[in-house]
């Protein structure tokens, strides 16, 4: 039962870790780029209005750090509760 | 040198590499040919994943897409990134743990069903082959432009060089081919914008000069081409949507899950040595298609700019010692009257460029109101303003159409850069077409040869007879793709819509279901995939006729053009994605409980503890 718990434990971090990175991506992406897009326009960022920044250049750039962050707390997942690959 | 002479140079190295590598690289088992021995570095497969996904249509037809739609453009560069965020999270290490070659092999094994993998074959063959036609006619184009061939005989060299290091090399070709691929593309893309943008606003990086003030001035380039774009009855660059807000949102959902469901992009991960490698590689990718998805918002809006600059003078820029484009600080910041008769271009003053793209047809110029300048502005706008003005100029209707195709093509002649560039555009363009046509004939192959063939016709074949098969049957799809990109059904644009919505209302569902519910059985499954496929395609033939045949749509059936809540067939994936999901979960609920060994099966994929390599049993 110890392994069936451990498995358990593990499955539930990942998911964990999936529902905070799903929640950024969502944020940039369809809130940041599309839903509040007019909003964030009245900002600027040098010679970008905030949303369509966010929109066409903004959120590949989060896009990328989101992946490379997740791969690497997915590794600390895997080494805590002993699922790595050997 | 001649130009032409450069351009058969440069084509004929990078064509020289390509086969090289194919060469040095050729697949003698079937774990090679399908999944190039499993000992990819996630760098390299990275690059390779590139690629293959960034197409004839990314290289070419994106920055003028993005040109022409303004903010809209964004349901692009963020759906076709945005995906591989949902593949290195939801799909790449389950995949790369169960270990398999394909994915229709996925689907059968979860889903403990014969009809599951069959129906997994079809919707990613129809997927993969509606792709392909695209990707055919791009080779042809491309050729045809830069080789003085036709059109048609450009299709015939793109499919001997395909046949040559596809068939023979199997997937380790392929990849190793794609990372050279990769290189010659992102350089064409990147040196050609580093020119324009240091040109237009002294700084060289594009990401950067796209928010950067127009040299010499403290005017954004952003918002002068919003306002040379309103005064001139066009739409608003920075804000303006593409369609309705909930479709521009149904549209970035379905391209994104159309990404991440997409056979040959998934079948990349299967490529790597580990669970962690598949994971990483996801992000590798997204750097790799960054650079050009990111570069290509700046290409569409400075071409813009430049589009507009050249025709009118007003705008502010002129011509510079070389010939190349600049900033004219002090008529850029007058803000001049676009609609002064001097203002509009002298045709017979016409740069090159536009005299060699007028031959092609991709450009023309209609003398209207008889005054032989060039008139180009939006006559269909609502713009009462704009719409005046021009009535008291005396303009009689917008005189020039640019097809969107040429503005990356024609950017290093428009920006006036040596010969090298415009030969180094050209082998990126070729190398875009040839890396997708590649990859995509590979999960054709792999699905008949490993699928139909080794799974559901002959299951006693020998690894022998079976790489034999998958070598018969890509030199097959070869001549499918060929012919159909020989006698296009008509149909090119919608395609692509067809290509994802299926991806995304059909494989996409079936592997995340797959992987994180231990609940859906065989029956939902399949039952969720058909559905999701059928309402996919009833309202794509809906907008775009039956099997794309003209005069055959039935829009009406779905409340015409507008109706279903103003949704494009193209973002309508979406929906389908929807209704997978729920029928999948209904019909398990009805029905018999997933058995313990599947159920088994769903939790050793979720741990990558216990990885091997991919094989085929």
Redesign the interface.
């Known amino acids: 039962m110890a392994t069936d718990n451990n498995?358990k434990a593990?499955?539930s971090a990942?998911l964990g870790l999936?529902t905070k990175?799903?929640v950024i991506?969502f944020l940039v992406?369809?809130g940041a780029?599309?839903?509040f897009?007019?909003a964030l326009?009245s900002f600027h960022?040098?010679?970008?209005?905030l949303g369509?920044?966010f929109?066409?250049?903004g959120?590949?750039?989060v896009?990328?750090v989101?992946?490379?962050w997740?791969?690497s707390q997915?590794?600390k997942i895997?080494r805590k509760f002993?699922?790595?690959?050997? | 040198m001649e130009l032409q002479t450069t351009i058969y140079i440069f084509v004929g190295l990078s064509f020289a590499l390509y086969l090289g590598i194919a060469f040095w690289a050729r697949a003698g088992s079937t774990s090679e040919f399908y999944v190039a021995g499993g000992g990819v570095h996630p760098i390299a497969n990275g690059m390779a994943t590139a690629a293959d996904w960034m197409s004839a249509a990314s290289f070419i037809s994106m920055a003028g897409l993005i040109a022409n739609l303004g903010y809209g453009g964004a349901v692009f560069l963020m759906g076709w990134t945005g995906g591989y965020v949902l593949l290195a999270m939801l799909l790449a290490p389950y995949l790369r743990k169960f270990g398999k070659f394909t994915v229709p092999e996925f689907i059968g094994d979860r889903f403990y069903s014969k009809t599951a993998r069959n129906v997994g074959v079809l919707c990613l063959l129809v997927a993969s082959l509606t792709y392909i036609i695209g990707q055919m006619t791009g080779v042809g184009v491309t050729f045809a432009r830069f080789l003085g061939v036709t059109s048609d005989q450009g299709i015939y060299i793109g499919m001997a060089i395909v046949f040559m290091y596809a068939v023979f090399g199997g997937m380790k070709g392929i990849t190793y081919t794609q990372v050279a691929q990769y290189c010659v593309l992102i350089a064409a893309y990147l040196v050609p914008a580093f020119f324009i943008s240091l040109n237009l606003t002294g700084n060289f990086l594009p990401q950067l000069g796209l928010g950067s003030n127009m040299a010499g001035t403290d005017v954004s380039l952003l918002s002068k081409l919003d306002q040379v774009v309103t005064e001139l009855g066009f739409s608003e660059y920075t804000t303006t949507a593409n369609g309705s807000l909930l479709n521009m949102f149904f549209y970035t959902v379905s391209l994104m899950i159309g990404t991440a469901g997409l056979p040959h992009v998934i079948v990349r991960f299967f490529t790597v040595p580990k669970v962690a490698d598949a994971r990483a590689s996801a992000g590798w990718a997204l750097v790799f298609i960054a650079l050009l998805y990111t570069t290509a918002p700046a290409v569409g809006a400075m071409a813009k700019m430049n589009l507009h600059g050249t025709m009118n003078s007003a705008v502010g820029l002129t011509t510079g010692p070389a010939g190349q484009l600049r900033v004219n600080p002090d008529v850029l910041k007058a803000n001049g009257d676009l609609y002064a008769t001097e203002a509009s271009l002298v045709y017979e003053e016409r740069p090159d460029w536009m005299k060699r793209w007028e031959k092609t047809g991709l450009l023309k110029w209609e003398d209207k109101n008889a005054d032989g300048r060039i008139q180009y502005y939006n006559d269909k706008s609502k713009n009462e303003v704009a719409k005046g003005k021009a009535d008291a100029a005396g303009w009689k209707g917008n005189e020039l159409t640019v097809n969107a195709d040429i503005i990356v093509l024609a950017n290093p002649e428009i920006a006036k850069l040596p010969n090298w560039v415009i030969a180094l555009v050209a082998a990126g363009g070729l190398a875009a077409a040839l890396s997708t046509a590649a990859g995509l004939l590979l999960a054709i192959s792999s699905a008949i040869s490993h699928d139909l063939i080794k799974g559901a016709i002959n299951p006693g074949i020998s690894e022998k007879g079976e790489l034999m098969a998958g070598k018969i049957s890509m030199a097959v799809a070869i001549f499918v793709a060929g012919y159909l990109g020989l006698n296009p059904p008509g149909f090119a644009a919608g395609t692509v819509a067809l290509a994802f919505g299926i991806a995304a209302s059909t494989i996409f569902p079936a592997l995340m279901m797959g992987i994180f519910s231990k609940t859906v059985s065989d029956k939902g499954a399949i039952a969720g995939m058909l559905s999701g496929l059928f309402v996919t395609l009833f309202y794509v033939f809906a907008h775009k006729g039956l099997f794309f045949v003209k005069g055959t749509d039935f829009v009406d059936m779905v409340g015409g053009v507008n109706g279903f809540f103003g949704i494009s067939p193209e973002a309508f994936g979406t929906v389908g994605a929807i209704i997978n999901f729920a029928v999948a979960f209904l019909v398990s609920k009805m029905g018999a409980p997933v058995p313990r060994h599947i159920q088994e099966l769903v939790e050793s994929v979720r741990v990558p503890k216990g990885a091997g390599g991919a094989t085929g049993h």
């Open positions: 498995a593990y499955w990942t999936l990175v799903l991506w992406s369809y780029g599309i839903l897009a007019d326009n960022l040098g010679g970008y209005p369509f920044w929109a066409q250049q959120s590949i750039y896009f990328i989101l992946i490379f997740y791969a997915m590794g895997d002993g699922m790595q690959e050997d």
